[in-house]
């Protein structure tokens, strides 16, 4: 009998354990998961310390009983795998409850270790103090609600991070009637998806919504008396809270990786070939802990996010089952809401592709979700970048109070997998109706400006 | 001097004209049109006859002054043309108002003659009914509203075709407090949109909103009583209205280009070629009396819809003004909403597909808009369509109750602009967050479904 170990029983070790079972019912599938879920959505988090999401349960995307009796996986929650022998094909593991201890064989392994938060390496004193918090798991988030909800109203929430995960935890703990700060060490909010002045749009939308923003302001330390933290020091000064939370940097869990010797890449993340495979042989490695190809510049990216996990996941699992599978990369598409305002972006800023030696045309604009005269319509920036020897999109980002901001860049984000051009954006057949769409959506605006400084003839490239 | 004449003010002539002028200050462009009216929104008729939109004016995307001192453009409004003289390059135009005639020369021509009801034509009678109307122009919607609020309320609307149009006004005559019926020939409604099953969806959406839905029905004559219609005579008996609204067929207005010999194509409409050039020297068409090619099949095509209008007028414009520009064409996405139901389609259908000799493959499914536990998502249906024999993506169709669904459906009509593949989808990096997306988008799920069967391993194309 085959037996395909999984280490870790996140979103992309689930689809790897999943699709390995659906292509071959005769193989032995084995997931190690040192807590008691598998299948997190860990991205759910924020919604949890908000109330939004009730209970830590409404985050798993199944039971655990799901995958043992409807998929036969043989579940070994709250297991620790504690060493491998990649050359003789086994592993231990220890039960973290239990105590108890034991060996296993495998023919093939997959790493899916995920990622984990920087904050208790970056300000060591946070790990003893009981109301500052990072994300270490689903129960994160739960610790959040409780601690928030014993306070008073109108307390103060101090949020270290301007990224996604901050502004998310920012929009749920006003949720909750907290006061809340949230504290950039970078000049501007959402620095890793925006521009300045997209990002400012977003600023005063925060603002607007009582949220008091501190950018350029790195956190020195935290100040605590009696296990409590009672401020941040930054050189904008002291920043006084109720509870902290720090949305800061994550980094690949590659441990076990190292410890078999297999090879991490220019990231910092675990290396795998087209097939996931690992530079071990019968070693494979998915999720957040794996760099992958970026599609637009082909160089290796490390990308912790959960569509690309899954599809890891799934590719993985598919390739171990005996499929002629490749996992051809990504494009780098983000996207997150806070409060009323949506961000999004895909591929390449300019100021990216300049450093990477790309000469780039940008296209900015201010359009609308709807026909003028359509009541409620909803304002929508774009901008667009492209490469002007080959005019080859190359990345965008949009910001406004609709969710079409996002597909808008979806629809630039599936182009960029084909290495499509501003003619072809030009001519993509986007669809019109008065309540839906403009007539000139901004993306062929976007287009159409393009060309302005590229020519209306498409270039074959 | 070189003067271009634009014989028609809807989008697709005001988008020539406003071109020519912006890239050619020195040429003189000279703009005829019937009507009091340029640059009008004829697809916001229905939000004009149900009170979404309060004035005709509204549906201008410009006041005609603005062209005329802004963009120097000479318009001629209430004008006719009522001769071309395709080798003397002149042509003579009547002013419908004064009955003054003129003869003007031109050195480039561009016909934008649009499109008109076929209804009087089928039902010759109905000319002579008050209160039965089609849509002729812009004043179309303000006589139907100023129609319906005299009568009680509760009166009854019939609407005879369940296109967009017709269920664009079965959702706006029932906001005005109308009874509305909607009677259709062909078996399903939006039958040029959807497959019968999402037909379904849509017709019982109807149905919960008080609209009464017959197919199957043509209607064979209107029955009147002192120049007033009081039903309409199908096969499934007598439907009794107050007021009617005929909603099916156009036909492109093709008349002054037979008139000076230009080519009609396969399809009925205006033959042009790449750069929108008639078969006569120097003469152009653009709008909805125009055919062109169809990018996922290479077959010529009529789609009389705005976007690919106004960019026919657009691209025309560049071409008469020197620039090297083509119309790629379009891969005919559709799209509308009736009530909260939003349907969209691009592409070729499965049976469509088959019928021109394709192998193909179809995924459906049911998904949601978001993470499974944020509250408020919305189901989205999604087929998507591909040729077995290379993996190409052919057409998608969906329907929900959400914006979304458009979107989605642009991700695949860009897709199909550029002869993508399901393997290409599966990879498009459509952006995750619990708010806005699931995790794994119908998209992706979609691509998925079509893997297995057309294999995970991207083929050349």
Redesign the interface.
Known sequence: MTRVVIIGGG?AGMAAASRVKRLRKDFDVVVFERTPYVSF?L??IP?LAGC??KTLD??L?YPPEFFVKKRGIDLRLRTKVTKIDPSGKTLTYKNLETGEEGELEWDYLVLAPGARSRAPEIWPEIKELENVFYITHLDSGERIRSYALKLKHGSKAVIVGAG?VGL?MAENLSNLGMKVTVVEALPHVAPRTLDPDYAEIVEQHLKEKGVEVITGAPVKEFKAVNGKAKAIVTDKGEIEGDLFVVGVGIRPNTELAQQIGARIGETGAIWVDEKLRTSVKDVYAVGDAVEHTD?VTGRRVWRP????A??MG??AG?VIAG????F??????????TFDM?V?R?GLSAEEAKKLGYNVEVASLEGYTK?????GRTKVYLRVIADTDTGRLLGAQSVGAT??V??????I??????K?TV???????????????P???PL?IAA?LLMRKL????RKQ
């Open positions: 979103a959505a991205c759910g919604y939004t999401v409404e985050l995307y996604y998310e599609i996010f959960a569509p690309v899954n599809k799934y590719i598919s499929r002629d599978a490749v051809m990369g990504s494009v780098g598409t983000s996207t997150f809401k949506v999004a895909t026909a003028h005269y359509i009541p969710e079409t996002l597909w808008r860049i979806n629809v984000a599936s182009l960029l997998t084909v499509a003619w072809d954006l030009f001519f993509s057949d986007i669809g019109y109706a008065p309540p839906l769409a007539v000139w959506d062929i159409r020519g209306e003839r498409p």
